[in-house]
């Protein structure tokens, strides 16, 4: 997204608001949550149950999907980061999102009261509502709260003053951004090689998301080597790639290398580590799930144009690995890449035609729904 818009523009050095997109998702994933809380005790879910316990263990995070993201864009637009800048807590989340749980779960004993005396749904409405303005207020005094409009000045690479706006960030994303990245245009392709969840199919987990009423978090499921094709032609298309993996096995940090000879576990213990099994098994028997998610921005090809190598660019200081970014193997994508997001262009009719089946719906603590919940992944 920030490329094209870069590219468009003249602008040699520009990012987008990630604090603007933080608070707004702090407070839709509250009010999901919440409303997942309520509908688990009309349900009649019981409180030491898997299902409310899974809701209880995190009810507020850092992680997300793809379609969370694009909820988001849709409903709040954008901004630049200039014009709503970082925050410590924006920075360093771990204090704030503390505060949220324990009032969430707070709020949940008192939802979950309000259901066993047969409170109607306007009234759990009203308390969900004034719920929310407390959540509302521990976002806005921990990260600010975002300008309802901006003016963005900047010089472009001629050094000629420009300026947009003033516009709202709605306006700043349909006039500005959308032509050159519209987010609905983008589709999720997982691989997912489990025999209980064939490929061609489209799946979803049960309360993922972080809008009420807004996009349904959903997995189109196909074969490895689909994910890496779409991967190879967005990136020779010009297009960055998003997308989901297991950071941490065979991933050498100091050089910044993803690699499964990146490690000679075997030669040290005189046994296979982390992919002594294949990746179908390491999901079922809770050894594999996705647990980070970056960017490719570049592949290397053999002489038949096939892939051997990626750039990843991480989320991390520049002045780590090479400049920032990683380099990621063939094999490792194989075994530890479960997830990308590219550009409809990039996937054949075949594969879009399985966005328009019925959804296969997977349980909450399904381990495809982990990059959603970082306390999932740590177990």
Not at 177 to 186: A, G, H, I, S
Not at 238 to 265: I, P, Q, S
Not at 350 to 376: I, N, R, S, Y
Request: charged share 30%; glycine share 6%.
């Amino acid at each position: 997204m920030r490329l094209p818009f870069m590219k468009k523009y003249g602008i040699e050095e520009f990012e987008f608001s990630q604090s603007y997109l933080f608070f707004w998702d702090k407070i839709e994933r509250s009010h999901f949550w919440l409303n997942n809380i309520a509908e688990t005790a009309k349900k009649g879910e019981k409180l030491d149950g898997r299902v409310v316990n899974f809701l209880l263990k995190d009810p507020v995070n850092d992680g997300g999907q793809w379609d969370m993201l694009v909820n988001l864009v849709n409903k709040y637009g954008l901004m630049p980061k200039k014009c709503f800048p970082e925050s410590y807590s924006s920075r360093r989340s771990v204090r704030m999102n503390a505060l949220l749980r324990t009032k969430l779960r707070e709020f949940a004993k008192e939802l979950r009261e309000k259901v066993t005396s047969d409170a109607s749904d306007d009234e759990i409405q009203n308390t969900i509502s004034k719920q929310m303005i407390v959540v509302y207020n521990i976002v806005a005094i921990c990260l600010g709260i975002p300008p309802e409009k901006f003016t963005y000045e900047y010089y472009n690479k001629d050094k000629a003053y420009q300026v947009m706006g003033p516009l709202t960030p709605q306006e700043f994303y349909a006039r500005h951004v959308k032509p050159l990245y519209d987010v609905d245009d983008k589709v999720c392709i997982v691989n997912d090689p489990r025999e209980n969840n064939p490929y061609g199919h489209l799946y979803t987990l049960q309360y993922l998301g972080n809008m009420v009423g807004g996009r349904t978090t959903v997995y189109n499921n196909q074969p490895i080597e689909v994910l890496i094709k779409a991967v190879k032609d967005s990136i020779q298309g010009g297009e960055a790639v998003w997308f989901g993996c297991e950071v941490t096995k065979r991933f050498e940090r100091k050089n910044g290398l993803e690699d499964l000879e990146a490690h000679d576990y075997r030669l040290v213990f005189n046994t296979e580590i982390q992919i002594g099994m294949p990746k179908e098994d390491r999901l079922l028997y809770g050894d594999s799930c996705m647990t980070h998610a970056m960017v490719f921005t570049a592949v290397g090809l053999d002489e038949q144009g096939n892939p051997l190598k990626f750039r990843v660019e991480n989320s991390s200081s520049d002045k780590e690995y090479d400049k920032g970014y990683l380099l990621l193997t063939e094999p490792w994508f194989r075994e530890f890449v479960f997830e990308v997001v590219v550009d409809k262009k990039y996937v054949s009719k075949e594969v879009l035609d399985v966005f328009k089946q019925e959804l296969v719906e997977l349980p909450a603590w399904d381990p495809m729904g982990t990059l959603a919940c970082p306390l999932c992944a740590d177990d």
